[in-house]
Nanobody, 122 residues
Framework: EVRMVPSGGGSVQAGGSLRLSCTAS????????MTWYRQAAWTGCELVST???????YYSDSVKGRFTISRDIAKNTVYLQMNSLKPEDTAVYHC????????????????WGQGTMVTVSS
């Protein structure tokens, strides 16, 4: 069974930092892209950042230069270091594996659990 366990969310003032973690089970990070998504209240599911199975990374324009995705293969954990946080970063953050592991019907912001909440205040 493939499971995602995100953590590390919280409340921070604008300009602050948080580091999110996502511990995966039932897969190896060598075989799966891992992606962070976020969903603000009453909005759609937005792709934030991806780290591919070969270690290459992708960032949405809205977070590029502020967020860094990384992974620890031994711990089967993906991280999202979030710096210079803005109020518009406020959202529930989710992590999701490659679609081959499932989740395609519900979508990545619903299929893998409740996510971890990030609140950035002015």
């Amino acid at each position: 069974e493939v499971r995602m366990v995100p953590s590390g969310g919280g409340s921070v003032q604008a300009g602050g930092s948080l580091r999110l973690s996502c511990t995966a089970s039932g897969l190896t990070l060598y075989d799966s892209d891992m992606t962070w998504y976020r969903q603000a209240a009453w909005t759609g599911c937005e792709l934030v950042s991806t780290i591919s199975s070969d270690g290459s990374t992708y960032y949405s324009d809205s977070v590029k230069g502020r967020f860094t995705i990384s992974r620890d293969i031994a711990k089967n954990t993906v991280y999202l270091q979030m710096n210079s946080l803005k109020p518009e970063d406020t959202a529930v953050y989710h992590c999701a594996p490659d679609p081959k592991y499932g989740g395609t019907m519900l979508g990545p912001c619903a299929a893998w659990g409740q996510g971890t909440m990030v609140t950035v205040s002015s």
